[in-house]
DNA sequence: TACATAATTGAAAGCGCTTTGGATGCCATT
DNA sequence: AATGGCATCCAAAGCGCTTTCAATTATGTA
């Protein structure tokens, strides 16, 4: 069924049955309620791919999935995506997920955006001096970038959180506890997130005039087991820190098996912030010793974006260019006064 | 730059410069030669709703992605996109996700399926008795199902894994270890693989003559917290089960901390059977105690049915129409020998 | 040399929709 | 009765591509 067919049974024309069907006023409103009924009827769905050929828009919005036979899919995806979706269900737009492998990824967006198949991009996974910057600018067509870039100018729409704040108090927080050696468990270096995080714990640091050392550092992909081997690594310090950072929950999973099996205490031992995304599937509330952390929904932040990304596309705007959200330090039970060194 | 600008530029007709693109036989060497080194200079890419438009196909396909204010993001369906994503970027397929309220999932099929928008289409999060089926076999739209429909007829393409003979060996193990009080932590009662694991539990006891009692079971979405949850009441049980076999190893996270907060130990006093999605964040192996699992990678899934999926797009078949994944049961330390009972 | 054949290229139709630029009929005004 | 305005409706062009059918040129054969 398409639009000359449902026109011909209708008697009308194409261009009346389309008007009726877009609410155009110039309708009788009378035709309307036929038109309406005959679609209810006949299950007739416009063609969106002709749609957007007509009209060169099509209520979806792009992104691309990083992806390759070696590549750790990212839990973080899935919950962005989440978010995402549940602002484009309600405005009936969808979107078009491109994989690429993470060398194209420059390439990959360029190819989505000049498909013609989408109104508006989203960009994820952002580094310091995103070569993806350059290329959005001159592209002609809406987006907004979760996170931003570290080192390059902030005049690009964004939304991101306040990565450094947010361990920059939390490190404060351990510092008025007392502990003076530290631990940071980071995402992948290049990953601006990491770096902003990173930049906190220092600056916070340095106003006690301490500073991170190179092997209280890791850098690594956001899993459990990873969270694991770092924390083993940082337990075999001879100076072995007290306080740990962790940039997420997932990763903070691991660690803290690493410090059971040392056989030392979460909250007395061994102090623990880590960062939540707010991943439905793990409650840092309801750990066993329940977890303190910065927190940032990151599908609050999905949804946002698309809420942004759709307005522009239906110029229901004006929206803020950049935001940056605050995040919550929610202490609980995995941070506590710095022990007793027994050297001291 | 379109079509017609490029071949304005190249002194070639529309048609010329699109069989040049497309690998058609009838067009000299050297023209073709000209034609791509034009494309190069000047970055031109078809517009892919034109192409669809024209052809009926445009390399994509579809998915509908339950999501609701209130509704849990799912881990797997991450996991399930990279698999699909690392086959679809090898064919330059992309995905058309649209979001939709779980309620809504069959009328978002059908709006996706004739938005002319896909070429196929993949269906996940199968129910016993799933009303999508009629629908998808009444399409006229290749598509295949992970999972099954319990109580449908299996005439539809679908790639599965032996969800009941998984749990069936599982069962078998911790009976031949001497246990005789089982329970079951298994996903939401609706989905098919529920349905199928619990029947395997359940065949595998009454060869023994054993019964899964009700209050044995749970039926909970698949995160740590409900995990944790689960274990407690299992625990509190007057007959305390010593077996538990659990559909995800997110919630085993949970149902272990429980365990371990009631002093007593993975392995001896408790041994515990999960099934493993091969997800990149958590590597059972790397638990304190190892976990044994029965294993299938979701990921790898995904691979494969994006395959059948771009493949009968691509009329280059045949694919089986079903297909059923043995899963791997592997032993590790999470299971031991049933502890003597202090009655007996 | 003349003619069939193969190799290349192009003109134009069509995919299903939106939208511009009229038509048409009806009513109130003059 | 003639005029203008309004409410409705429609024919046709156009979005950027593919593909059918036809034209043109080059090649080989008798």
Redesign the pocket.
Known sequence: ???????ELL????????????G?????????ERVLQAVKETG????????R?????AGSIGLVMPTAPGHQSDVHFGEFLAGLGEEAVRHDFHFVIMPADPDDEVAALRRLAIS?NVDALFVAYMRGHDPRLPMLKSLSMPYVVHGRSFGAEPDYPYLDIDNEGAFYDATRLLLQLGHTRFALMNGPTHLDFAIRRRNGVISALAERGLTLEEDCMSHALMTDEQGLLAMERFLQLPQRPTAILCSSTVMALGAIRAVNQAGLRLGEDISLIAHDDVLPLLKPESFSVPLTTTRSSLRAAGARIAQRLIGTVKQAGPFPEQELWKTELIVRASTGPAPQSHEA
């Not at 007739?44 to 749609?51: E, G, L, T």
């Open positions: 069924m398409n639009l000359k067919q449902l026109s008697g009308l024309s194409q261009t009346t049955v389309s008007r009726a069907l877009n155009y006023p110039e309708v009788n409103e009378a035709t309307r007739y769905r416009p063609n969106k791919a002709a749609q050929l007509a009209t060169g828009k013609g």
